[in-house]
């Protein structure tokens, strides 16, 4: 296996296996103390785990290493930040208005929709057994996500469907951010701008919060530990795809593999929650494993 296909895919399995986990880790959060403060409460932690991580570097490497960020980077550093914020607002609104079953693969088409803009519009360079792996990965991750038996149960105008417009946009937006973040973390300091841009991030959702006045201190002692893994897990994904967009070209890989980010979700929750897992979501699990191992032989 070519060594920058093989960072792609540990970069996307970082990604899928921190998002997952803090997936999981949110579901036993968000009962207790809601979805927008567990969200915030993951959020401020993954500030605080990457604030350390990069004192950490700064205390064990010259400071005069570090590159000072331009303005323009900084601001740009922002709008990443207040768009990924605005990801995670849509999808919560959507899902708090409609189906989850209904809607959820509508989101988890994002990571296709990236894919093939970067193989058409910036001419990633995949070979006809890449893009099968690859078409493989997205029937499975589809598939984890549809509820068949919600969605044959009546007859869906998707226009009219609660939800439907904040999902679109929390979809659009995580797509053309995840294209463009691959375009502008390459070759750059991506622990230092993952950290700016996951600040800013937390700052939007707090001022959520704010606006919104939700009581953050509403946590049960319990909870807490949840929260801080949630975070955790969470800056894992970010460092690995960040890792994965600077240090390789294969964006359509990376972005696949995280985005199968429901399967150790699925499999964590009926092995701990005793959820159900619907038959389409089992075989959608399968065909998203026969796509990483197509993806590691070649």
């Not at 959020?43 to 990069?54: A, K």
């Amino acid at each position: 296996m070519p060594q920058e296909l093989f960072i792609a895919i540990l970069a996307g399995l970082g990604g899928m296996f921190g998002w997952g986990l803090a997936d999981f880790f949110a579901k036993k959060t968000i009962d207790v103390v809601g979805d927008i403060v567990s969200l915030a409460w993951g959020h401020v932690f993954g500030t605080i785990i990457l604030l350390i991580v990069v004192l950490f570097r700064i205390g064990t490497q010259d400071f005069h290493m570090l590159k000072p960020l331009s303005l323009s980077m900084l601001i740009t550093l922002c709008l990443f930040g207040i768009a990924q914020a605005a990801v995670y607002i849509f999808l919560y609104k959507g899902f708090g208005k409609g189906q989850l079953a209904v809607l959820n693969p509508i989101f988890a088409s994002f990571s296709g929709i990236t894919s093939v803009l970067s193989i058409v519009f910036f001419k990633e360079v995949v070979s006809s057994y890449l893009l099968i792996g690859l078409a493989t990965l997205f029937l499975g991750v589809l598939l984890m996500s549809i509820d068949l038996n919600a969605l044959l149960s009546k007859r869906l105008n998707f226009m009219h469907v609660p939800g439907f417009k904040e999902i679109i946009m929390a979809t659009l937006i995580a797509a053309l951010w995840t294209l463009f973040w691959d375009r502008f973390i390459g070759g750059n300091d991506w622990l230092l701008y993952v950290t700016f841009m996951y600040v800013v991030m937390t700052f939007v959702i707090l001022v959520v919060v704010k606006w919104r006045r939700l009581d953050l201190f509403v946590v049960k002692s319990q909870t807490w530990k949840y929260l801080l893994l949630m975070g955790l897990c969470e800056v894992i994904a970010y460092l690995a795809i960040s890792i994965g967009y600077g240090v390789t070209s294969l964006t359509s890989v990376v972005a696949l593999l995280s985005g199968a980010f429901s399967l150790p979700t699925i499999i964590l929750a009926r092995v701990f929650l005793k959820e159900k897992i619907t038959r389409t979501q089992t075989v959608g699990s399968i065909i998203v494993i026969i796509g990483i191992m197509v993806l590691s032989v070649l």
